[in-house]
């Protein structure tokens, strides 16, 4: 089993920034991406940014692209989202997963969840 908490969410005017941390139990399972989800009200969620285990591939979907930026610490069992110009849309429960099991930034590939952290973008 791996245990993942979010932390670093908030409430934050459109322009601004924030950093999104999640904290992993273990980073020495074999997992193939670990990475950024999102779900806002009345909406699906959706994958935002995965990270690769292997040569370290990023992905981030067109609508972050630009604005966020992912990384992880190995050492510190650590992934971050560096979250810049912050828009209105980007409101949503943010929520770090792991798969074991496919390479993807894909919802229905990850294994393991966190239970999610709020970010909500308003003046």
């Known amino acids: 089993q791996v245990q993942l908490v979010e932390s670093g969410g908030g409430l934050v005017q459109p322009g601004g920034s924030l950093r999104l941390s999640c904290a992993a139990s273990?980073?020495?399972?074999?997992?193939?991406?670990i990475g950024w989800f999102r779900q806002a009200p009345g909406k699906e969620r959706e994958g935002v940014s995965c990270?690769?285990?292997?040569?370290?591939?990023?992905f981030y979907s067109n609508s972050v692209k630009g604005r966020f930026t992912i990384s992880r610490d190995d050492a510190k069992k650590t992934m971050y989202l560096q979250m810049n110009s912050l828009k209105p849309e980007d409101t949503a429960v943010y929520y770090c997963?792991?798969?074991?099991?496919?390479?993807?930034?894909?919802?229905?590939?990850?294994?393991?969840w966190g239970k999610g952290t709020r970010v909500t973008v308003s003046s």
């Open positions: 997963a792991i798969s074991t099991d496919v390479p993807w930034c894909v919802v229905d590939g990850m294994n393991y």
């Open positions: 273990t980073f020495t399972l074999d997992y193939y991406v």
């Open positions: 990270i690769s285990k292997g040569d370290g591939y990023t």
